[in-house]
């Protein structure tokens, strides 16, 4: 079938597939959109935050007793609450949300999710999960490879339902080897000349990602990197034919996964547990991201589960999972079997090492200065949406990066790698009113980021619980 076929026949499908659910606007189980009130159609009314604590994410710091007014889905002002508070003109009219003992963060930001992979697999459609993701703070997400028809739908129901959905951000189909590795999100591009026409359609589908995965050859992935940078996109890679030491010496963005790092460093090429980080190898090709200012996302979280949980209670049956669909989680009881023959093939305590070493690696990267990001790989089995970025945050505490810099990295760097940080990922008068508060510190313990009191989405004040039923338990 000829590439211009194959890409009618994937959008027709999800076209006929993903909107007969995504269409529908009378489930029962949607929270009703909060009519304006005196403003705008689709305007919140305007919010005072008065005398919390704001993350600063530039600095890394929370600043005291500071306010911050919202108006029209947009932060208008960041100020000392000695000038701007309730009795501040420039408030006048807003409703007041009395911050003394809460913090604020920026809306968190999931840089690595996937909107249809696994989903597809659990019967379940991207919308579903979506209030996962707000309910628990995160404002935005980025998709790292779907049907690209299909995360469209899901975007629109996004910018549909702000009051139970985060902002959702496109990637491409996986571009990858013959055959692609996943056939539901994969794009084989057979050589450098395929490039530019897949590349310039992906941009006009309005994607922020393009996505290298494990088959593509070095050929074709230097060529996506150029064109994906002459069309302004970002383009990541999960990768294993194309060694990663050879795309950051081409320019790639970021790297997803701690073990596209990790598998360059094995003694055993055969075996992914025989990772040796003390190496010569491993030390140059950890200077060489860092110099080339490549960023990486660890997504600890998925290894995490994939390690670990044939075994452990404390991973197969961690309390994020349990608001989880039954659906999702019928699909992660049934993926046991297979990762029991793959990941989970050696000994527990083998496989126990191998996460150490992923959180040592992550570790030696941030202090050779590399940026890392905050991503999860949800909804894969054991990475619940939404908690599992809290979770993937501790992680990254225990790898040895400060509670600061993760904050910072949930929040602006994720904003960055998406060229969204003019929208998002800080509290500055202009960006998008998408916040966090908080009933305690998180750079005191990074746990606190669970404590949610309010969610604030495009400037709307949100209650969390009622986020979270308006989720699916089947």
């Given at each position: 079938m000829a590439a211009i076929d194959r890409r009618d026949f994937v959008r027709g499908a999800a076209l006929a597939?993903?909107?007969?659910?995504?269409?529908?606007?009378?489930?029962?189980?949607?929270?009703?959109?909060?009519?304006?009130?005196?403003?705008?159609?689709?305007?919140?009314?305007?919010?005072?935050?008065?005398?919390?604590?704001?993350?600063?994410?530039?600095a890394g710091a929370m600043r005291p007793n500071t306010s911050v007014l919202v108006r029209a889905g947009r932060i208008e002002a960041v100020a000392p609450a000695a000038e701007l508070n309730a009795d501040s003109d420039a408030a006048a009219g807003a409703t007041r949300i009395d911050g003394a003992g809460l913090f604020v963060l920026p809306g968190l930001i999931d840089a690595h999710v996937h909107v249809t992979h696994i989903l597809y697999q659990s019967h379940m459609t991207g919308d579903e999960v979506l209030p996962f993701y707000l309910g628990h703070g995160v404002t935005s997400i980025r998709s790292t490879g779907d049907n690209v028809p299909a995360q469209r739908l899901i975007e629109r129901y996004a910018d549909d339902h702000p009051e139970i959905a985060p902002n959702v951000f496109r990637c491409s189909f996986l571009i990858d080897g013959n055959p692609p590795w996943h056939p539901d999100i994969g794009w084989h591009l057979a050589s450098p000349a395929d490039v530019d026409p897949f590349v310039a359609d992906m941009a006009a589908w309005g994607v922020k990602t393009l996505k290298i995965y494990v088959g593509a050859a070095r050929e074709v992935g230097r060529r996506v990197i150029e064109a994906g940078h002459e069309h302004g996109l970002v383009v990541s890679g999960h990768l294993l034919d194309y060694h990663t030491a050879d795309a950051v010496r081409d320019g790639i963005d970021c790297i997803e996964h701690i073990y596209t790092v990790s598998n360059f460093l094995l003694d055993d090429p055969d075996d992914r547990h025989s990772i040796n980080l003390d190496s010569d190898e491993a030390r140059r090709l950890v200077d060489l991201i860092a110099e080339h200012g490549t960023r990486v996302d660890p997504t600890l979280m998925v290894f995490w589960g994939t390690l670990l949980f044939m075994d452990l209670p404390e991973v197969y049956g961690h309390p994020?999972?349990?608001?989880?669909?039954?659906?999702?989680?019928?699909?992660?009881?049934?993926?046991?079997?297979?990762?029991?023959?793959?990941?989970?093939?050696?000994?527990?305590?083998?496989?126990?090492?191998?996460?150490?070493?992923?959180?040592?690696?992550?570790?030696?990267?941030?202090?050779?200065?590399?940026?890392?990001?905050?991503?999860?790989?949800?909804?894969?089995?054991?990475?619940?949406?939404?908690?599992?970025?809290?979770?993937?945050?501790?992680?990254?505490?225990?790898?040895?990066?400060?509670?600061?810099?993760?904050?910072?990295?949930?929040?602006?760097?994720?904003?960055?790698?998406?060229?969204?940080?003019?929208?998002?990922?800080?509290?500055?008068?202009?960006?998008?009113?998408?916040?966090?508060?908080?009933?305690?510190?998180?750079?005191?313990?990074?746990?606190?980021?669970?404590?949610?009191?309010?969610?604030?989405?495009?400037?709307?004040?949100l209650d969390p619980t009622v986020i979270l039923a308006a989720a699916p338990t089947e």
């Open positions: 597939g993903a909107g007969l659910t995504l269409g529908c606007g009378g489930d029962a189980r949607r929270a009703e959109r909060a009519p304006a009130t005196g403003d705008p159609p689709g305007t919140a009314p305007p919010l005072l935050i008065d005398r919390a604590g704001v993350f600063d994410a530039r994020d999972h349990d608001p989880m669909p039954a659906r999702l989680k019928t699909f992660w009881d049934e993926d046991r079997q297979r990762r029991s023959l793959d990941w989970g093939a050696a000994p527990v305590s083998v496989r126990e090492g191998t996460w150490e070493k992923y959180l040592r690696l992550t570790g030696m990267l941030h202090d050779a200065g590399v940026q890392l990001l905050v991503g999860t790989d949800a909804p894969e089995p054991q990475v619940a949406p939404g908690a599992s970025l809290h979770h993937e945050m501790e992680f990254l505490v225990e790898a040895g990066m400060p509670a600061r810099e993760v904050l910072s990295a949930a929040t602006l760097e994720n904003a960055r790698i998406l060229k969204e940080d003019g929208n998002r990922g800080a509290i500055e008068a202009g960006l998008e009113a998408d916040l966090v508060l908080l009933d305690a510190d998180p750079l005191d313990d990074i746990r606190n980021t669970r404590r949610i009191r309010t969610v604030v989405r495009a400037g709307r004040a």
